[in-house]
């Protein structure tokens, strides 16, 4: 059951505190709480409940609040809570009125949190947010134009610049090898035999042989090594294979004895269809002599990740999720996240109305890289007056004027941007490693790291204005703020 808030928090100067003294108004949490619009998304949230049954739930802006923190702190979920316990400006961030020593909630409603706030809602977020905060800056500049420059300046030309690419968000999982992999499915069946076997002792007389120590000692001896050879490696795959076919065969026995799948816990039953799965995908990999395989498991844990090749030095294969992002004026957005591998070129056309829908007019410029310029995009973009980056199709020309060469460096230099603010979120923030397990929540993570990502852009904008109007005649801050000056 979810009740709707019947005030919203106090303004920071009426919010209570054990000891004397106020909050600041220029604090960044303070200042990041008026920035995201919590009100209008309340009742989106709010369907995840039923009306008239069950406990209350936590408020909207709690929920969001914490994972916002942690996202900007870099935190687990119990020290997130630690944090907010700890802190009246996080503790006004995620709508408390009053300052508590008692922790706001546990930390594992931190998952239930994720599971809640899909990808889809915190998207909503994110673009509503930025929009706002452009609209309260654009107003003044359009209030002194003349109304019909304004609609002449809108129909007669595209604005604006779009940079589209694409990423991958690396999963916390190890590096997934077959013998490894096959060594954990073996251990997971025998787990399973014994949960069977334990609801069937009456029955049985005797429990049914795994050679659990036999296929551990025949794994270590080539893991152990430091390189074995591919026939050796190859040995013992079959080695493993047999071990599981074996236990896959007992598993079946015990359950026409009359064990039901009921005494498997939910855990132990995916497990089980995991590994099954994991079998005939490695089985027929190990016959036919392919190192591939369509919607290969590399994780038992978390079967919903593949391999993701994307050929870069260092990481050519990434396991996680493919990401598809715009740069709409410095602020990104997540535009497609799946975990299966995909050709972000096809995203384009979907990218290029989203930003006429989000802005009104189609853009100026879309700066991409070479897969994006294929000649159905570079139609679509010719058809609507869009100047795509990089070098026209067929050979290239002898002599390229100045002017060409000048606007190509800027346009790569235009799109390096997004190139920085992949570096920044893997770097600064939690998108090299997402640390949730199941495949909703990671992309919750995901979704939450961008809108972190602009809400500390939006910050540095604010704290900028700020000091212009503080120090107006300092020329250093204005020529590090105002691109009229480089």
Same mark, same amino acid.
């Given at each position: 059951m979810y009740r709707k808030a019947s005030s919203w928090p106090t303004p920071p100067e009426n919010f209570e505190l054990p000891f004397e003294g106020k909050l600041s108004q220029d604090n960044r949490w303070v200042i990041m709480a008026n920035l995201i619009p919590w009100e209008e998304f309340e009742e989106e949230y709010a369907k995840n409940f039923a009306e008239d049954i069950g406990a209350p739930a936590l408020a909207f802006r709690m929920a969001l609040g914490s994972l916002i923190i942690k996202e900007r702190l870099g935190t687990s979920d119990r020290e997130t809570v630690e944090q907010i316990k700890e802190n009246p400006y996080l503790q006004y961030f995620i709508g408390r009125n009053h300052y508590s020593n008692d922790a706001p909630f546990d930390a594992s409603l931190l998952v239930r949190f994720r599971e809640r706030i899909n990808v889809n809602l915190v998207n909503q977020i994110n673009q509503r947010m930025v929009k706002k905060i452009q609209e309260e800056t654009e107003e003044e500049p359009k209030k002194k134009a003349p109304k019909l420059e304004r609609e002449e300046a809108i129909e007669s030309r595209n604005q604006g610049q779009l940079i589209l690419d694409a990423t991958c968000s690396p999963a916390d999982i190890s590096y997934p090898q077959d013998l490894e992999l096959l060594n954990q499915a073996r251990v997971k069946t025998e787990k399973i035999i014994d949960t069977l076997y334990e609801a069937l002792k009456v029955k049985l007389k005797k429990k049914p042989k795994t050679y659990r120590n036999l296929a551990r000692k025949n794994y270590l001896e080539v893991a152990k090594k430091r390189r074995p050879s591919r026939k050796k490696r190859r040995k013992a795959i079959k080695k493993q294979l047999q071990y599981i076919k074996r236990n896959l065969g007992h598993i079946e026995q015990l359950m026409q004895t009359g064990a039901a799948l009921d005494v498997l816990s939910k855990r132990e +039953?995916? =497990?089980?269809? /995991? /590994?099954?799965? /994991? +079998? #005939?995908?490695? %089985?027929?990999? +190990?016959?036919?002599?392919? %190192? #591939?395989?369509?919607? #290969?498991?590399? =994780?038992?844990? %978390?079967?919903?990740? #593949?391999p993701i090749v994307r050929g870069k030095a260092g990481t050519p294969v990434e396991f996680g999720a493919k990401l598809s992002v715009s740069l709409r004026n410095g602020y990104a957005f997540l535009d497609r996240i799946s975990w299966d591998n995909f050709n972000e070129s096809v995203d384009l056309k979907t990218q290029v109305e989203a930003f006429k829908q989000y802005t009104g007019v189609y853009p100026e410029s879309v700066h991409v890289d070479r897969i994006y310029r294929t000649r159905s995009n570079r139609a679509f973009c010719k058809d609507r007056g869009i100047r795509i980056s990089g070098p026209p199709l067929g050979r290239p020309p002898i002599h390229v004027s100045q002017e060409k060469k000048k606007q190509a460096l800027e346009d790569e230099r235009i799109r390096n941007s997004i190139e920085g603010k992949f570096g920044i979120s893997k770097r600064r923030f939690s998108l090299n490693r997402v640390m949730a397990k199941l495949p909703h929540t990671s992309q919750t993570a995901i979704a939450i790291t961008f809108l972190v990502m602009n809400l500390s852009a939006l910050l540095r904008q604010f704290f900028c204005l700020f000091f212009c109007v503080l120090l107006p005649s300092c020329q250093i801050l204005e020529t590090s703020i105002n691109p009229a000056y480089n």
């Open positions: +039953y995916k =497990s089980l269809l /995991v /590994v099954t799965e /994991v +079998y #005939r995908q490695q %089985q027929w990999m +190990y016959e036919n002599k392919f %190192q #591939r395989i369509d919607d #290969r498991i590399v =994780s038992l844990n %978390q079967p919903h990740i #593949r």
